[in-house]
């Protein structure tokens, strides 16, 4: 049982209040949509879940039946799907994928590598550059790549962005697995994204 518990989270930019005391408690099947309005700090509070900025005041717990995680298991454990998450321009689909797997102490044959292509409609682009591709393939290589470690915290920032309608049932099957899985949290204000989640947190003073 995998488990976040936010309380007390509040961030500044100098002066600037972004949100405050914000507080919640999510366990292996649930989820929450992040919601407001442009500014609000939807992004900000992923990035701090994260672990890519730090909250100005509050506390944060990822822990496992009961046991906190450190940040290494942290970081093995939750994927993170927004603007930050860039990919090779230089490498190939394969590289990519190939180059993470290594990262995380993955090891990927060929034909795992094409399966993975295929399933996030990418099959037989497997050689192009990444650089080359459009947004909406950019986006799923995204998914397939931050999908490699099957995380059980997965943060998703408007996660139809720049996707098809084939790549938003895509998206839609991997928030279904999640929630029976693991924790996902969605930073959105799209009616048919958030109401993929059990409940909702507005942010913003």
Do not use: W
């Not at 992923?46 to 970081?75: E, Q, Y």
């Amino acid at each position: 049982m995998y488990a976040v518990d936010a309380s007390k989270l509040t961030k500044r930019f100098g002066p600037r209040l972004v949100f405050k005391d914000i507080a919640f408690s999510l366990k292996t099947g649930g989820s929450l949509a992040v919601i407001g309005r442009n500014g609000s700090g939807k992004t900000t509070l992923l990035r701090i879940l994260a672990g890519l900025t730090a909250p100005s005041r509050g506390r944060l717990d990822f822990s496992t039946n009961g046991d906190k995680l450190d940040r290494t298991s942290i970081r093995c454990n939750l994927s993170y799907i927004g603007p930050e998450m860039t990919l090779y321009d230089a490498l190939t689909a394969r590289e990519n994928l190939r180059f993470f797997a290594t990262m995380r102490g993955i090891s990927m044959t060929d034909d795992e590598i094409e399966a993975i292509l295929t399933e996030f409609q990418l099959a037989g682009r497997g050689k192009d550059f990444y650089g080359a591709y459009s947004s909406g393939m950019k986006q799923r290589l995204k998914y397939a790549v931050a999908l490699l470690n099957d995380p059980a915290f997965l943060l998703l920032d408007e996660p139809s962005a720049n996707l098809d309608e084939e790549g938003k049932e895509l998206v839609s099957k991997i928030i279904s697995r999640q929630k029976e899985n693991g924790v996902l949290i969605i930073a959105t204000n799209e009616k048919e994204e958030y109401d993929l989640a059990e409940t909702r947190l507005e942010v913003g003073v």
